[in-house]
């Protein structure tokens, strides 16, 4: 079993920064696709950002340029630097772990899920 702790979420100003950390135990993810989705209050929960075992990345349109993921298998913590944040950005945003190495898009596609963090975006 793996579990997944998301942090640093919190309230930020449009146009600010924030990092997000969703931190594994139970066993090393070193060999897991780990992604980042959100859910904004009725809406369906959505893909954000994904990383597979060996590195490779993809973002959603709509965070490219501003939102980034990356890995360190030596803690054990997959980060989500996100910059430019805009309003509609405001959402929970939950950690999630794929035994398959290679990244997914569909929530469904993930065996293991965090608790969330909640990003909130002022105007």
């Known amino acids: 079993q793996v579990q997944l702790v998301e942090s640093g979420g919190g309230l930020v100003q449009a146009g600010g920064s924030l990092r997000l950390s969703c931190a594994a135990s139970?066993?090393?993810?070193?060999?897991?696709?780990m992604g980042w989705f959100r859910q904004a209050p009725g809406k369906e929960r959505e893909f954000v950002a994904a990383?597979?075992?060996?590195?490779?990345?993809y973002c959603a349109d709509s965070v490219k340029g501003r939102f980034t993921i990356s890995r360190d298998n030596a803690e054990n913590t997959v980060y989500l630097p996100m910059n430019s944040l805009k309003p509609e950005d405001t959402a929970v945003y939950y950690c999630?772990?794929?035994?398959?190495?290679?990244?997914?898009?569909?929530?469904?596609?993930?065996?293991?899920w965090g608790q969330g963090t909640q990003v909130t975006v002022s105007s």
């Open positions: 999630a772990a794929r035994r398959s190495g290679s990244y997914a898009l569909k929530p469904h596609e993930y065996d293991y």
């Open positions: 139970g066993r090393t993810i070193s060999m897991y696709a």
């Open positions: 990383i597979s075992w060996n590195g490779y990345t």
